[in-house]
């Protein structure tokens, strides 16, 4: 998959594919960025060559090696500081933008989102993944449903943006547990034609064919964890 660029008014989102299923992400304005976790340095470094990029920080959602491996040869070349994902919020003015950071604990103890409300726009790492969730890998079950219902409540229209492409196993799953969801199998069937298309989605779509946003309990989310880990 090639790199995907996303139009929002001045700005744009570059959607780096890395590794063998990871993305990073670029946000750019008047030639300058910042960039969403960084698995891989290569990709990065091309990215920013060809859109003639002064890279300004590096955020990162959490500290597995698949969203920081490049970090240390990002930031030795251009020296650039990073965020870490520490548990405080924060809010911050990134390329004339906000950056609002919150906590969002359970795929690890600690993880964070970035969203950019001005743009409509959320960097959900391994929280939320077109069309499912992380696994428990340090968090609760309990940590990570409570944290998806805080990105339930950001505004419906607001793009989703994830740390991997798992889009047609997730849907494989979804519709394994609401096999008559018209809006899960738009959305692989899309996924076959136009993958990017289907991988980037609002909030909305993602609560229409996501099934770990459609629970209404912790029980119900945990019960449904471990039928993915199964799966």
Known sequence: MKTTRFKVGDYAVLAVPVLSDNFVYLVCRAGQAVLIDAGEAKP??????K????????LITHTHHDHIGGCRA???????QST?????????SMLGTVCRSFATPGHM???????????????????????????????????????????????????????????????AFALSVEPGNADMQARLALYRTDPASAIFATLVEEKKTNPFLRVASVEEFAALRKLKDRF
């Open 44 to 49: 990065v470094f091309r990215a920013l060559e």
């Open 109 to 171: 103890a600690m993880h964070k989102c970035y969203y950019f409300p001005e743009l409509g726009i959320v960097f959900t790492g391994d929280t939320l993944i077109n069309g499912a969730c992380g696994r428990l890998l340090g968090g609760t079950a309990e940590q990570l449903f409570n944290s998806l219902q805080l990105i339930k409540q950001l505004p419906d229209e607001t793009m989703v943006f994830g740390g991997h492409d798992y889009l047609a196993d997730n849907m």
């Open 84 to 92: 870490s994902p520490g548990v405080e919020a924060r809010e911050v």
């Open 51 to 58: 859109e003639s990029l002064q890279l300004l920080d590096i």
């Open 74 to 80: 990002i930031q030795d070349r251009l020296g650039v």
